[in-house]
T-cell receptor, first 118, second 114 residues
Framework: AQTVTQSQPEMSVQEAETVTLSCTYDTSESDYYLFWYKQPPSRQMILVIRQEAYKQQNATENRFSVNFQKAAKSFSLKISDSQLGDAAMYFC???????????????FGTGTRLTVIP | DSGVTQTPKHLITATGQRVTLRCSPRSGDLSVYWYQQSLDQGLQFLIQYYNGEERAKGNILERFSAQQFPDLHSELNLSSLELGDSALYFCASSVGLSGPGELFFGEGSRLTVL
């Protein structure tokens, strides 16, 4: 079965510092996509960053970057220069295998709650 | 603003009742997904529709059903509600049938069953 594991239920970081959130996944697919979503107190799900598994280069979006280790099935998120607005739940997700109709969706981890300390 | 609209934002009802949650996808998106997020949990995939047809099913209870209409909006029907059905229900949409596209999420409908 497809699983996405976030082993850190809670993390904290000082403002302006760097923090890394961990995620491991299990998939039988050779081509898939990985995502980090942010859920602030407003509960809106916001895409932070996306990684295509066939790309070797780690994705980067401004202060957010990933460390994608395909062989280890690891996909960590690094937040640099943390800001108060980064405080949120962060969910790691991977695309599910396509079924016989070609449909798939996202599997989510249980999330990491990030606190930013002023 | 993701472009995905969900109504109602909040709903309080009693056990045994039935409710309908509505979702309008982003303009041009053909796929609609429903997810359930229980308190402090991750999102659990319920069901996917593509251009009016059911295409994938997750851990959706038999008491729950959904449909997607010709105008592509979708409704999630929850019946014989139990306390454990209290959760945030998200709708998301994407252009195609399958990934890799980003899923665009609505703001969710918070259901409280008393």
């Amino acid at each position: 079965a497809q699983t996405v594991t976030q082993s850190q239920p809670e993390m904290s970081v000082q403002e302006a510092e760097t923090v890394t959130l961990s995620c491991t996944y299990d998939t039988s697919e050779s081509d898939y996509y990985l995502f980090w979503y942010k859920q602030p107190p407003s509960r809106q799900m916001i895409l932070v960053i996306r990684q295509e598994a066939y790309k070797q280069q780690n994705a980067t979006e401004n202060r957010f970057s990933v460390n994608f280790q395909k062989a280890a099935k690891s996909f960590s998120l690094k937040i640099s220069d943390s800001q108060l607005g980064d405080a949120a739940m962060y969910f790691c997700a991977s695309t599910s295998p396509q079924d016989q109709t070609g449909a798939n969706n996202l599997f989510f981890g249980t999330g990491t709650r990030l606190t930013v300390i002023p | 603003d993701s472009g995905v609209t969900q109504t109602p934002k909040h709903l309080i009802t009693a056990t045994g009742q039935r409710v309908t949650l509505r979702c309008s996808p982003r303009s041009g998106d053909l796929s609609v997904y429903w997810y359930q997020q229980s308190l402090d949990q991750g999102l659990q995939f319920l069901i996917q529709y593509y251009n009016g047809e059911e295409r994938a099913k997750g851990n959706i209870l038999e008491r729950f059903s959904a449909q997607q209409f010709p105008d592509l909006h979708s409704e999630l029907n929850l019946s014989s509600l139990e306390l454990g059905d209290s959760a945030l229900y998200f709708c998301a949409s994407s252009v195609g049938l399958s990934g890799p596209g980003e899923l665009f999420f609505g703001e969710g409908s918070r259901l409280t069953v008393l």
